[in-house]
């Protein structure tokens, strides 16, 4: 094989490639709605307290939502039948209105937020099993807010049977500091919403602020 041959082997290839994230399987991949909803006239933003019953964390504030599964067509059928499931409500009941940017969380997840409206008085029923009880923030105290900023640092730890042998002897074995990122956080009466959580907040009230001056929100 020469040169030639490689350079339009490619040529015919590479146009074609997607942009997909190559490492995806690697990643807890999950998709939110982020839910306007109209409360005494006003447009807000709902949340949901988790259950302590679940194992990954309970008690922490979130978006409707959770793991996108083989039998979902898409990230946000994955994101609207989450939000079915978890508030009670009907599929009818909810309208997409749009994506936001994809989020890639240092903890492992690969996250998909989709802004949705949830139809006005709208009886929801939230399933205990995975929502201790739901909360609603007014959108134009989001606008207002200035989140709290911490950091915190990634690190990497070799597991057993990791080959050092093919690496320089000066390889640290011990958890070896990666890079910091930032937490951001929100708070509302008792409740402080932060995290992953709070990072797609942010980009959507930055979306609010920067791009839908003037227009009604519902």
Known sequence: MDTHTVR?????????QSGKIVNAEDYLQAAVT????EIAGQPSI????????????PGD??????RIENRDSSPLEAAVRETVEELGVKKGDIAALGALDLLVSPIGVILYPYVVHITTDVAL???MDEVAEVFTVPLDFLLAAKPQTAFMETA?????????????????????????YPVLFYQYNHYVIWGVT??????????CQNRMSGYPLL
């Open 8 to 16: 339009r082997a490619l040529a015919g290839a590479l146009p074609n």
């Open 34 to 37: 982020i839910p306007l909803i």
């Open 46 to 57: 709902l949340f949901e307290v988790r259950s302590g019953k679940l194992n990954w964390q």
């Open 61 to 66: 504030i979130c978006f409707p939502g959770g």
């Open 125 to 127: 029923v939230p399933n």
């Open 156 to 180: 990497t730890k070799p597991l057993d049977g990791f080959p050092f042998e093919l690496l320089p002897p000066a390889y640290p074995r011990g958890y070896r500091g990666r890079a910091k």
């Open 198 to 207: 709070a990072r797609v907040l942010a980009a959507f009230i930055g979306i």
